[in-house]
């Protein structure tokens, strides 16, 4: 259960990475001739680098790899930070009430949100993968658009197939080399993000995402690949031709998100060498993270 329901917490909330775009200065976007997941932070007072990994949060088993300069920048740090504190979301009892927010408030249900007919689709799809509509009905919709593949959340049989966490293999790693783990924002405030999305539009973006069906898959598949060529800028573009119909809550999904995070990694870098791990989607574009970070003096260059 815990593995399960960590996996379409991460699902989710890569998904709102993807869907939300918006602008700042030109001058600090990395370039297609930056292209890396690995990202080296200096200058600006401090005296041991960090270093900033773009993660995709679910991925193949036969898609996972980390080289050998993401593994030796790992082991220069004395701490990891994720977006949030994995640690804590292997602890049932952190588990237990954040599983409880993703229940939709006042006993609502997918059925009050949706038409029949759409009804009828979701239910069905849900239990084709094997998800029983029973036990969904009052999961916030946009959770739901992140279990829409049985696939990607590792819920095949076959071991060719199964899914893996570049947040819980890095936090293995962490322990293995006795790391402080943190987390860059909580588990709570990552659950309060869908709050701020009707429920009506959540609904109706769930549908959508069920009637895409293999153009979905082909998408997810595509976005791999981007990953595994560690192409950011390539993703970044794509990221940004996509509407999912949520305009308007951009600055609250992403790039809030990103700039809350830039005085929290600088007060972690002050004080020590720091590994950050956050999704992929956060890393370019025009407010992403290494454009935040570089507007603020720092100097961020690419690893590869």
């Not at 009052?138 to 199964?162: H, V, Y």
């Not at 006795?178 to 109706?204: C, V």
């Amino acid at each position: 259960m815990k593995h399960f329901f960590s996996s379409f917490l991460f699902l989710a909330l890569f998904s709102v990475a993807s869907w939300a775009q918006t602008e700042a200065a030109d001058q600090y976007t990395p370039t297609a001739e930056e292209n890396s997941l690995l990202w080296e932070i200096s200058g600006s007072d401090l005296e041991q680098p960090s270093y900033l990994f773009g993660t995709i949060h679910m991925i193949g088993k036969k898609d996972f790899f980390l080289t050998d300069k993401m593994k030796s920048s790992f082991e220069k740090t004395s701490q990891v930070a994720f977006e949030i504190d994995m640690e804590e979301m292997s602890d049932f009892s952190t588990l237990m009430p954040l599983m409880m927010k993703t229940f939709m408030a006042d006993g609502t249900t997918l059925s009050d949100l949706i038409s029949d007919e759409e009804y009828k689709l979701v239910k069905g799809h849900f239990e084709d993968i094997g998800l029983p509509m029973m036990l969904l009905d009052r999961i916030k919709p946009m959770f739901l658009s992140a279990m829409t593949s049985g696939d990607m959340l590792g819920t095949g049989n076959d071991e060719q197939d199964a899914m893996v966490s570049y947040e819980m293999e890095l936090m293995k790693m962490a322990q293995e080399q006795e790391k402080e783990i943190n987390g860059l924002e909580t588990a709570e405030f990552q659950m309060s993000m869908f709050d701020s999305i009707p429920y009506d539009a959540q609904a109706q973006m769930l549908v959508e995402s069920i009637k895409s069906g293999q153009e979905g898959d082909d998408q997810f598949e595509e976005m791999v690949e981007m990953y595994k060529n560690q192409d950011i800028y390539r993703m970044q573009t794509m990221l940004a031709d996509e509407d999912e119909g949520i305009s308007g809550y951009e600055d609250i999904l992403l790039a809030g998100r990103n700039r809350n995070w830039i005085p929290i990694m600088a007060d972690m870098m002050s004080q020590n060498p720091t590994f950050f791990a956050v999704g992929a989607g956060h890393l370019g574009g025009k407010v992403g993270v290494i454009a935040l970070l570089r507007q603020k003096g720092y100097e961020v260059k690419a690893i590869k």
